[in-house]
């Protein structure tokens, strides 16, 4: 758990080592999944702060394990088929782990009562952890 809570707190400073680690670590597949589904569940807890009702856990639960293995083939598409260098080295796996741990700022979203800000703020943040180059 100490490895999994460093990788959360790593990913979310934008720590390059720490995603070079979880790129490199086959095992860390549902480490990856954890953060994905806490990510989704703070999201679900918070969008309640926006009206939504109790059901949308399971909703968001869904949509982020179907988004997340989506958003990895489209990056591994666009990243190792239509766009590669004689540097690109990838495979799905290791788009499945840094991508899922792209979502940890996510978790913040679990506060009803600030929902609209912490939304937007841990989108850009999300985003730069995926367009930073890190991810």
Do not use: H, K
């Not at 070079?20 to 953060?35: H, S």
């Amino acid at each position: 758990m100490n490895t999994f809570l460093r990788r959360i707190n790593g990913a979310m400073a934008l720590n390059a080592q720490v995603y070079e680690e979880v790129e490199a670590d086959g095992a860390a597949n549902l480490q990856a999944m954890g953060v994905v589904l806490l990510a989704a569940a703070a999201a679900a807890v918070g969008v309640r702060g926006l009206g939504a009702s109790a059901t949308a856990l399971p909703t968001f639960l869904v949509l982020a394990i179907l988004a997340w293995p989506a958003w990895a083939m489209l990056t591994f598409q666009i990243g190792a088929r239509l766009l590669p260098t004689r540097e690109t080295n990838s495979n799905v796996g290791e788009l499945l782990r840094t991508l899922g741990f792209a979502a940890a700022p996510g978790i913040f979203r679990a506060v009803p009562a600030l929902a609209r800000p912490v939304f937007a703020l841990t989108t850009v943040w999300c985003l730069l952890n995926i367009g930073s180059g890190v991810a």
